[in-house]
């Protein structure tokens, strides 16, 4: 475990000006990095054209056996939301409708026995429709994160 970082999710800032680490996950949604909520120098993600799916997404494969089994991981998001370039209103209160739902962040254990898959964070109320939101949560590893024979997911 010496090469992973205390952060699971690599770029997860977007530090580096990419989206390096990251990849989309079903459909065709376009991924793209813009000036984030503190301006040039800060980085966002911007997704797009992620049509009416609640399964058109980004993700993260991670990182193999640098999960800790019963280790409390956090995750927050910080992330605005458009839809046709202007911005949207999304009901966190709403799980299935992909016209109104907010962000969640998932993580999902592949297997070649069974699958795991835990919604481990929500968007936070009330939500701004012209500025910033969060999706905040935390979760504990599983068992199944770390036997995984696959890969382990983290997407949004």
């Known amino acids: 475990q010496s090469s992973c970082s205390s952060n699971i999710v690599l770029n997860g800032d977007f530090h580096t ?3 390096k680490y990251w990849s989309t996950y079903y459909g065709t949604p376009f991924l793209k990095i813009i000036d984030g909520k503190n301006g040039p120098g800060d980085y966002a993600l911007r997704i797009y054209n992620r049509g009416d799916s609640i399964y058109n997404s980004v993700k993260q494969d991670l990182q193999m056996g640098c ?3 019963g280790e409390r991981y956090i995750v927050q998001i910080e992330y605005k939301l458009e839809k046709n370039g202007s911005p ?5 209160s709403v799980e ?3 016209l109104t739902r907010c962000l969640e ?4 254990s592949f297997d070649s026995q069974q699958h795991e898959h835990k919604t481990v964070a929500y968007t936070s109320s009330p939500f701004n429709v012209n500025g910033w939101n969060y999706v905040v949560g935390a979760f504990h590893a599983t068992n199944k994160m770390i036997t995984a024979d696959e890969k382990v997911s983290a997407f949004f």
Not at 105 to 108: G, L, R, T, W
């Open 17 to 19: 000006g990419s989206t």
């Open 67 to 69: 999960l800790v089994e």
């Open 88 to 92: 949207f209103e999304c009901d966190p």
């Open 96 to 98: 299935e409708d992909p």
């Open 105 to 108: 962040f998932d993580i999902k």
